[in-house]
């Protein structure tokens, strides 16, 4: 018998681009967590960034809070990119997806490529 690996979605509900990644991927064995109604701790946040190798690799510059707090033209530590996530759940690349020890960040098209490679490679092998 396979030991339990961690599966895990954090995600925003309202977020189309969410959506669509949610349906086409078979969400078995995942935890779901929407990080608007139910906000990430500075623990997940850290074992994130311990997966990903910094809070920059977690942060989105395409919030609208960035434009409006104008961070585009700030020298952003991170410390700075940890304290932002921490207080404004737009701040976090989304999806992002942790199967066991592997992280993935964010919507683009290699991104979920990989994951869903990884997901078949788990379905094969269960």
């Known amino acids: 018998m396979k030991p339990n690996l961690m599966k895990k979605i954090f995600y925003l509900k309202t977020c189309d681009t969410c959506k669509r990644i949610l349906k086409s991927i078979p969400l078995d064995g995942f935890t779901l967590q929407d990080i608007k109604s139910d906000p990430i701790t500075v623990k997940q946040l850290h074992e994130m960034k311990d997966l990903a190798g910094s809070y920059e690799s977690l942060f989105s510059r395409r919030a609208k809070k960035y434009k409006a707090m104008d961070l585009k033209n700030k020298i952003l530590t991170e410390d700075d990119y940890k304290q932002l996530i921490i ?18 960040i964010g919507n683009s098209k290699n991104n979920i490529e990989s994951l869903m490679k990884l997901i078949k490679t788990q379905t094969k092998n269960a």
């Open 87 to 104: 207080e404004e759940y737009t701040f976090l690349k989304r999806p992002v997806i942790i199967i066991d020890n592997k992280i993935f």
